[in-house]
């Protein structure tokens, strides 16, 4: 009977799920607020952490940063009705200490010396904090052209922030607040000891060393422009050797290789996200590279044909020869997810991959085969809902 009653438990552990392998948190951008998640281990399926949806505590959150470790995140509320010379309600830096089960538990809020927040990374140490505005700082009440990065750094122990000054002089002999990037820059990448930002204005990537103490310094490649010039580049991505850019109404993927410095050469890479097997797929939106650098996940928001049936919006997927950095269509794709997808992110085990949707607000969820790259359908379903229009996720494996 003991054997017996151990067979069923064991049984029923297996048929249950595995435990909760990792949290998600999904920004909410229509109300203010973060949906969060248990992720189960053995079923990839979603359940919600108790008290979720939590406040984001300002307006419009827009990014989404989980401090190595997991015990605290950062929210970029954006704010509403900010201008190229005043910061908007609600705009600010949110943080949040993370409890046992995933809840969060608000700490303080910070401010970012621009206008207009857009992103935010961290270092790979996570020991410093980069906050993308749109707009620098006034400088004697006049409107500066150029978008900027505040530098924090952050409190190993309480991730609590602390503002970096920009200690190279600006001409007045006064270190300054923030450092300068390209016009209207919306979003920003950390990859080794490099932060790489896209400007919308002229379509640029601005390359900066993360130097001691949290120093910007733009390499001596200065603004890049790729040539010819993208329509409307509409993300970023990167690990250590290559930049990738989704071009939305240009319908390509930008394959840049980084060179000493955090610049870029001459010579780049053009893909198609409908070329092989991908005959179709439209407005490319987001990139992901997977953890082991061997697959590239691309996020296409509509389509020309009905393959998958019913699905607009799609991910396709390719490997990526470890060789000449090819990339190569994986047959079985493109893999359908929601209405207006954004943010995609992969869980800490490397078993699944999940999609923020903005239109419908509901995560996809899909398994992630390691061997060939290949996206299928969760056991118990593949959409789980949210909360209102969604914007990007964020997903951590552990909270020590």
């Known amino acids: 009977m003991a054997l017996f009653a151990s067979l069923v438990l064991g049984l029923g552990m297996t048929a249950c799920g595995g435990g909760t392998v990792g949290y998600m948190w999904v920004l909410g951008q229509q109300y203010n607020n973060i949906a969060g998640f248990k992720i189960d281990d053995y079923t990839g399926n979603l359940t919600q952490i108790i008290s979720s949806p939590f406040a984001s505590n300002g307006a419009m959150p827009v990014s989404i940063v989980i401090k190595p470790g997991g015990r605290y995140i950062y929210v970029i509320n954006q704010g509403v009705g900010g201008t190229n010379t005043a910061a908007g309600a609600g705009q600010n830096i949110a943080l949040y200490a993370v409890g046992g089960d995933g809840t969060l538990n608000f700490q303080q809020a910070y401010y970012s010396q621009g206008y207009i927040s857009q992103w935010a990374q961290m270092d790979q140490t996570g020991s410093y904090l980069f906050v993308l505005d749109k707009y620098a700082p006034t400088i004697n009440g006049v409107a500066q052209p150029n978008g900027a990065i505040t530098v924090f750094t952050s409190d190993a122990t309480t991730g609590r922030l602390a503002l970096v000054t920009n200690t190279t002089n600006s001409g ?216 209102g229009h969604l914007g990007c996720l964020a997903i951590s494996g552990s909270i020590n």
């Not at 993300?235 to 319908?251: E, F, K, M």
Request: charged share 5%.
């Open 172 to 387: 007045s002999g006064q270190a300054t607040t923030t450092f300068p990037v390209g016009q209207s820059p919306f979003q920003m990448k950390t990859a080794g000891g490099c932060l790489f930002t896209v400007n919308s204005y002229d379509q640029t990537i601005t390359p900066l060393l993360i130097g001691s103490g949290g120093q910007l310094t733009i390499t001596t490649t200065g603004t890049y422009h790729v040539n010819p010039a993208p329509s409307r580049i509409t993300s970023i991505n990167a690990n250590g050797s290559y930049v990738y850019l989704t071009d939305g109404p240009g319908n390509y993927i930008y394959q840049l290789q980084v060179g000493s410095n955090c610049s870029f050469g001459s010579s780049y890479q053009t893909y198609q996200p409908s070329f092989s097997v991908y005959a179709g797929v439209q407005a490319p939106s987001w990139t992901l590279l997977d953890s082991t650098g061997k697959y590239l996940y691309v996020l296409n928001q509509s389509s020309s044909n009905t393959t998958p049936t019913n699905a607009y919006s799609t991910i396709s997927a390719y490997t990526v020869n470890s060789t000449n950095q090819q990339l190569q269509a994986i047959p079985g794709g493109p893999y359908g997810v929601g209405s207006g997808p954004v943010c995609m992110a992969e869980d800490p085990t490397n078993q699944y991959m999940y999609v923020s949707n903005y239109t419908d607000g509901t995560v996809t969820g899909k398994v992630l085969d390691p061997n060939t790259g290949e996206l299928s359908q969760l056991s118990r379903g593949s959409t789980f809902s949210a909360t």
